[in-house]
């Protein structure tokens, strides 16, 4: 066999590409009574479901824990009709959970990039916060005050880049999942919708101390659209993470990444033939050939859909020494309004992906 062949299929037979779950969240709830349950909630069902919510086996017994779960049960129902009384979505994923491995478990299975805590962050979370934001790409969290919850405090901005913290005032306004709901509806519309001056079925905030708490701490909340004029228009605001990056760009990329990559890999399949003789290609990076040529039409597409308004020097780089690297770079740009930013997928992630997908 020549030097320069490859023997290798990036796709396995069990690859579903079309399972990822853009937007539809994973609600998650924690509880120390309740039983584990997955709930595949909508609008007509969510009062029979989890009016059937079991306690665990071990608790039924203490009447204590008995009235717990009801009330757990009833603050349930009440954030499940705050989720669905907006102009969203009308289904959704719901899990309660005991110990956070389930959680984990589930999401190996089911790509969901956004994760709702529906309880409000506080520190019995603060593990299964971290436990998530590994295998996670967004986290969604109501905060009770201006402040970052404890466990949040101190961290490197690297380290909250996609989480999403939302005022929930007290945890009764439930805004984070109505945010949710809204946002990941309209997205599904335009993936590429601001979720900044969305409307909600919400009460606003007015005090200027407390909003400028939230904003110092890159905190979303509910308020005039403009805070000067008092125009009487409620808005949400700011539409980013906690890292500052807005939330449109951020999820935008990762949407743009994980469809790159699964292009990616169907061209490279696709030209098995090429595949078979490296040499013969212009593979540093720096030339077009035949696997650049596929992710032109790629990235076409995304431009006349709207994602992006720009894309340039498409690199493809592979090196057959040491089995099969493979690695993407690409220059894109979402609107006028943002720089243009690298799309690098590594080696790495195409092997990750697979493995999640697989």
Not at 100 to 116: C, Q, Y
Not at 154 to 164: C, R, T
Not at 299 to 328: A, D, M, P, T
Request: glycine share 4%; proline share 2%; with cysteine.
């Amino acid at each position: 066999m020549p030097k320069d062949t490859i023997s290798i299929s990036l796709v396995q037979n069990r690859l579903d590409f079309n399972n990822i779950n853009y937007y539809n969240p994973l609600l998650i709830y924690k509880s120390n009574v309740l039983a584990s349950k997955h709930l595949a909630l909508s609008v007509t069902n969510l009062q029979d479901l989890l009016e059937k919510l079991e306690m665990q086996k071990t608790q039924e017994s203490d009447s204590s824990k008995k009235k717990i779960a009801e009330e757990q049960i009833s603050v349930l129902k009440k954030s499940m009709q705050d989720f669905f009384g907006q102009d969203g979505l009308r289904s959704v994923d719901f899990y309660v959970y005991n110990q956070i491995k389930e959680i984990k478990d589930f999401l190996k299975s089911n790509l969901h990039p956004f994760v709702v805590f529906v309880n409000q962050a506080e520190d019995t979370i603060s593990s299964d916060f971290e436990e998530i934001r590994k295998v996670c790409n967004f986290i969604i969290i109501s905060t009770k005050d201006g402040n970052l919850p404890n466990f949040l405090k101190g961290k490197d901005k690297s380290e909250l880049k996609n989480v999403i913290a939302v005022y929930g005032g007290g945890g009764s306004q439930d805004l984070h999942l109505k945010f949710a709901a809204v946002y990941l509806h309209q997205a599904s519309i335009f993936h590429a919708v601001n979720p900044y001056g969305m409307i909600l079925n919400s009460s606003p905030i007015y005090d200027d101390f407390l909003i400028d708490s939230l904003r110092k701490s890159n905190i979303n909340f509910y308020s005039l659209l403009n805070e000067t004029s008092n125009d009487g228009i409620l808005a949400f605001k700011e539409g980013v993470s906690l890292s500052g990056d807005p939330i449109d760009e951020a999820f935008t990329l990762f949407y743009i990444k994980n469809e790159a990559t699964k292009e990616l890999i169907r061209v490279w399949n696709k030209n098995n033939r090429a595949n078979s003789k490296l040499g013969a290609l212009n593979l540093d990076g720096n030339l077009p050939n035949e696997y650049t040529a596929g992710l032109e039409c790629f990235f076409h597409e995304l431009k006349q859909k709207g994602l992006i308004i720009s894309y340039k020097q498409i690199k493809l780089k592979v090196n057959s020494s040491k089995g099969l690297s493979l690695s993407l770079e690409v220059a894109l740009k979402y609107n006028d309004s943002f720089n243009s930013v690298n799309l690098v997928i590594t080696a790495q992630e195409i092997s990750e992906y697979l493995r999640r997908a697989s």
